[in-house]
C-alpha cells in the first residue's frame, strides 16, 4: 500500500523555523523525486520544491529560495523540508508527493497534508 505521511507542522510565530517529514512506503523511493507543495485557503496549490531521485538535485520556488530546505534520506525513505524565517504567508497545507524518476513528471502519489500556521 502507498503511503506517503507528512509531520511536522504546527503554529509557529514568524521568523520561527519548522522542520516537516515525509516518510514514504510502498514503493520503490529511490526511483522516485519528491516534491513538497502548499495550497492556503482560497488559492490554488503550488509546488515549492523538489528533490531528485538519482543526483539529488534540487529546485526551489522563487519565495522559498534562501529560506527552505529540502532533503532526502534514502536509507529511512524520508524526505524533509527545513523552513526557516518562516512569514505569515507561509501558512498552508503542505503536502508532499512522488514524481516518477524526475521532479518534472507529474506527481502519482500524495500525502494527505500537514498544516503549518505562522502567526503571532
Known amino acids: 500500500q502507498v503511503q506517503l505521511v507528512e509531520s511536522g507542522g504546527g503554529l509557529v510565530q514568524p521568523g520561527g523555523s519548522l522542520r516537516l517529514s515525509c516518510a514514504v512506503s510502498g514503493f520503490t523511493f529511490d526511483d522516485y523525486a519528491i516534491g513538497w507543495f502548499r495550497q492556503a485557503p482560497g488559492k490554488e496549490r503550488e509546488g515549492i520544491t523538489c528533490?531528485?531521485?538519482?543526483?539529488?538535485?534540487?529546485y526551489y520556488a522563487d519565495d522559498v529560495k534562501g529560506r527552505f530546505t529540502i532533503s532526502r534520506d534514502n536509507a529511512k525513505n524520508t524526505v524533509y523540508l527545513q523552513m526557516n524565517s518562516l512569514k505569515p504567508e507561509d501558512t498552508a497545507v503542505y503536502l508532499c508527493?512522488?514524481?516518477?524518476?524526475?521532479?518534472?513528471?507529474?506527481?502519482?502519489?500524495w500525502g494527505q497534508g500537514t498544516q503549518v500556521t505562522v502567526s503571532s
Open positions: 508527493a512522488a514524481h516518477f524518476k524526475d521532479c518534472s513528471t507529474y506527481a502519482r502519489y
Open positions: 528533490i531528485s531521485s538519482s543526483d539529488g538535485r534540487t
